[in-house]
């Protein structure tokens, strides 16, 4: 069976100065600036810092969570409840998730706000994250649904504007997003039977816990979840303040998923890894992909399903001649980076099918280069009934288009012709890298 080994990929660390709370400039400063006092573990009154303050802060701020720099499938969730209860001892939940958030289309995030003060306890907190997921994985739909209830009930005590028997449908903002409900419960039903979800674990200082989490996980079954490490770090504004706290989000780590085969009994890994004879020159790594990525190609084989297989090897041709394929909350782009480290999109394939080739040309005007236009022009020329329709402001984006309907090629149009276009793009990848920095 198929067994997510994660690996952590991505460690961010921002040292730096005390955020200072300023003056109204009203022409100039009136004053020195006053520093804010960060929240302790070991403070007073509204200066503790502590997991419900963290919980409470998730929950009416989910937009603090770096959803689209950890996981950008995942942009856009809102808060459903905190405390949600899971298991059953007797009639008694086993264990409760602190915060739980939905995307609009289904996807699940599942948060776990921790202090995490010496290394036994960053273990114990990845396990419990792990069988949290676990957990929910197991429910059905309804079951969520009914969990979220029983949260949501228990969290009037403290907001009076909840209203507990609203649907998960209805927290999610799926109708906003035109997904009907058979469609959205379709969608959770899914996420939670493959385990397929976010999980977060929100804290105080986590930046010495990764290595040891990614050990961890490297020898845990599991589903195919992406986890990411959250500091918030949280300070105290001035009394004069019409907000009390200054809350600042730092991404500490984030893991993609690598697929292998191993033989599973009873939940038990009873066959190690196989050790892979590897080609010179090739890598010994198994393709590294994110639950974004698969999530998108997921919605794009509900489009265009006999395309997928095509695309996906597209990409992989991208990626071996200099691209980079960043993954968008609705798209894949297809980019080349110049010496300056601007980013040259020189194609975005979207879920529905459109492939968007847009605004080269004022990358063109920003260089002096006249690479973006005719990239632009050969790849519409490649398309039947393809042209560049040049802005109607100068500092506009041209963009390609079919003539006959005035909207973007699709995935089927560039996939015929997918030889040529790779050589566009091996091109356009070796003549950004020559456009000269700005002096």
Known sequence: MSYEKFVTVETKRHPGGVPVA?????????????????????????????????????????????LRDIEPAFCGARSICCELPLGNNNGSPTGFVDNLLITPDGGLVVVECKLIRNSEARREVVAQLLSYIAEISRLTYAELERAVVRARRSMASWDQNIDPAESLYALSGAAANDMDEFR???????????????????????????????????????????????????????????TPYLVVPRIEARTEIIRLTVRVVDGVIVDPVPTITVEPG??????????SREMFFETLAANVPDQIATVQAFLDECEKVGCQ???????????????DGRNWTLGNLYKNGDVEIYGLNLKDAMTGA?????????????????????????????????????????????MAVRVRWLDLIRDMAENVAQVPPEE
């Open 22 to 66: 300023v003056s109204d400039f009203g022409g100039g400063l009136t004053g020195r600036g006053a520093a804010l006092r960060k929240l302790s573990t070991s403070g007073q009154d509204g200066e503790k810092y502590n997991e419900d303050l963290l919980q409470r802060i998730v929950y009416h701020n989910p937009e603090v969570l770096p």
């Open 184 to 242: 959205f419960e379709e969608a959770v039903t899914l996420n939670l039977r493959r385990g397929r979800m976010l999980g977060l674990i929100v804290g105080d200082g986590l930046s010495d816990t990764v290595r040891s989490i990614a050990d961890l996980l490297t020898h845990q079954s599991a589903s195919p979840f992406s986890l990411g490490l959250v500091q918030l770090d949280v300070f105290r504004m001035p009394e004069n303040s019409t």
């Open 282 to 291: 090739k890598s010994s790594q198994p393709k590294a992909t994110s639950v």
């Open 325 to 339: 394929i960043a993954t968008g909350t609705a798209s894949l782009g297809i980019r080349v980076t110049d010496r």
């Open 370 to 414: 006249n690479l973006g236009n005719d990239y632009m022009a050969s790849v519409a020329a490649l398309v039947p009934n393809a042209f560049v329709r040049p802005p109607s402001d100068p500092s506009k984006g041209a963009r390609v288009v079919l003539k006959t309907s005035g909207g973007w090629p699709q995935v089927a149009d560039l």
